[in-house]
């Protein structure tokens, strides 16, 4: 009897999981509210499984797989509000559009919005966290690779180097290309404070587009072709290049916002350039030249047998000091108040000259909205040491903004912006000194002999004319420095009238006046 009763239960368990584990069918359609047709491509899906599926070209469905457990199925679609439906035989979904994904926004002129579908002209647009803001102090390095058209030319590597932006390629050959900046409805100049000439002596002078920070950025639209000068005339032929910095938090009723981010990073050079290590300082291979420019002279190997300088003949240095076997005789070295007699070998003189670069960047922001006034400041430092010794940048700033709304007409609101940029930099082209270090023969201690007479520090010793700077002296006793304080900002009132002339017509007026002014030395 107990095994019949057993048997009976068990039997009993079976067919009650079989009931729970039968599926079901669901049909059904999706349109949309806006114009009543089919949505084609909708996703149905079974909340809380994988078990799903698109409608067809009528906007229909089918699924054969529910779960009898599942109770609520999932519909989307890109661009219209997603909605949640209780499961039924036959489900009909109406979807609506969803406005704020479909709206996209673009600041132009006066730091006015309008819908991207509106514009007559080309733009992009880049976010804040699209930036590249880690590792870099410039706004050039920051949009860098992130926008269709738009070519970044930097100078080079170094801290605070000038950079180039090109919108859609150049259009004068020997005319000025870059963009024109707009920084909250005001331009700005970004041009460099001195004129290089043919850059062909002195120091690489940074634009002043290096004076913003990126970190204070909340967005960059770039608007392009002619009717995009149209809104700034002749200074924007070229482009225009929009910047809105971080307003206040408006989603920070009851307390103030503080923000504080920093990244650090490091450089090395990757790659050197390949060059020559067997032969020495000379412009004949039968003869070594301690003064020559050129690296063709006897093998490294034989300078012990140089039948001047080497160590293991009869010349006039053997005769003076005594033979030196092993070694040769090298004339600045014995200039620099060192042993002129040294051992062949060879040097690392590139690697040995540029060093480990380091970039930090710091800032602290609060921000807050409150009774109809939005309010933001901040404080930044950006500090970066160069590869090339003694280059580096140091950069302070400081903002504030206001916006404040007095009525459903008024508003008013100020922006203000303070920076004070060091930069110390190598000089360049003929008067530069990577291409000595480069250029610097194997067998030359470079780093080791030091760089002037005892004594005499205007009395330079290098392996050649001393035209040419020792690169160790210049990090020692020289010194590009460039010093730039700058405040820029603007200030504006602005009155919308009630028209009520329906959502989509306005009328706006906005009064603004702005503060662009630096110093450099």
Not at 242 to 253: A, D, E, F, Q, Y
Not at 293 to 311: A, E, F, M, Q, R
Not at 399 to 409: A, C, F, M, Y
Request: aromatic share 8%; net charge neutral.
């Amino acid at each position: 009897m107990k095994r019949k009763l057993m048997l009976l239960m068990t039997c009993l368990m079976i067919g009650i999981g079989l009931v729970n584990a039968q599926i079901s069918k669901v049909t059904g359609n999706v349109t949309s509210e806006e114009d009543g047709l089919p949505v084609v491509g909708a996703s149905v899906l079974v909340k809380g499984t994988t078990v799903g599926t698109v409608t067809d070209i009528d906007g229909n469905f089918t699924l054969t797989n529910v779960p009898s457990s599942a109770g609520t199925l999932v519909i989307s679609f890109i661009g219209m509000q997603s909605q949640e439906v209780k499961i039924k035989p036959n489900v009909n979904v109406v979807l609506k559009s969803d406005a704020e994904q479909l709206e996209e926004v673009v600041v132009t002129a006066m730091g006015i919005k309008r819908d991207r579908k509106a514009l007559g002209y080309a733009a992009q647009d880049l976010k804040s966290e699209q930036l590249s803001k880690s590792g870099t102090t410039s706004l050039a390095n920051a949009i860098q690779g992130k926008l269709t058209g738009v070519e970044v030319r930097q100078s080079s590597g170094a801290p605070g180097a000038s950079s180039q932006i090109i919108i859609r390629g150049a259009r004068s050959f020997d005319g000025n290309n870059q963009p024109l900046y707009v920084i909250d409805g005001m331009p700005i100049n970004t041009s460099a404070d001195f004129d290089t000439g043919s850059s062909v002596t002195g120091a690489n002078y940074a634009d002043r587009s290096i004076d913003i920070n990126p970190e204070d950025i909340e967005t960059i639209n770039v608007l392009k072709g002619q009717a995009a000068s149209a809104l700034y005339g002749i200074r924007a032929s070229n482009g225009v290049i929009v910047i809105t910095t971080k307003r206040g938090s408006k989603n920070n009723l009851n307390k103030p916002s503080v923000t504080i981010s920093t990244n650090m990073s490091a450089q090395r050079v990757s790659r050197k350039f390949e060059r020559q290590t067997v032969y020495a300082q000379g412009d004949k291979i039968s003869a070594y030249n301690p003064s020559s420019s050129s690296t063709w002279g006897p093998k490294i190997t034989d300078l012990v047998n140089d039948p001047v300088y080497g160590g293991n003949t009869d010349n006039q240095y053997t005769a003076e000091f005594g033979k030196h076997e092993g070694q040769y005789y090298n004339t600045q070295r014995a200039k620099a108040g060192l042993d002129g007699w040294t051992t062949p070998q060879i040097y690392d003189n590139v690697g040995d000259f540029l060093g480990t670069g380091f970039t930090e960047n710091t800032n602290v922001n609060i921000s807050q909205s409150l009774n109809g006034v939005n309010y933001s400041f901040g404080l930044n430092n950006s500090y970066q040491n160069g590869i090339i010794p003694s280059t580096g940048m140091n950069r302070w700033g400081a903002r504030g903004l206001v916006d404040w709304k007095i009525n459903e007409e008024w508003n008013t609101g100020f922006s203000a912006n303070y920076s004070s940029t060091k930069i110390t930099s190598a000089p360049g082209a003929n008067d530069g000194i990577m291409n000595v270090v480069y250029s610097a023969p194997a067998e030359y201690d470079l780093k080791g002999i030091p760089t002037h007479a005892p004594g005499d520090i205007t009395n330079q010793v290098l392996f050649r004319s001393t035209s040419f700077v020792n690169p160790y002296w210049w990090a020692d006793h020289n010194e590009y420095l460039q010093h730039t304080n700058r405040v820029f900002g603007n200030a504006y009132l602005e009155y919308q009238p009630k028209l009520n002339w329906g959502d989509g017509f306005t009328l706006k007026f906005r009064e603004q006046a702005g503060l662009d002014i630096w110093t450099s030395n």
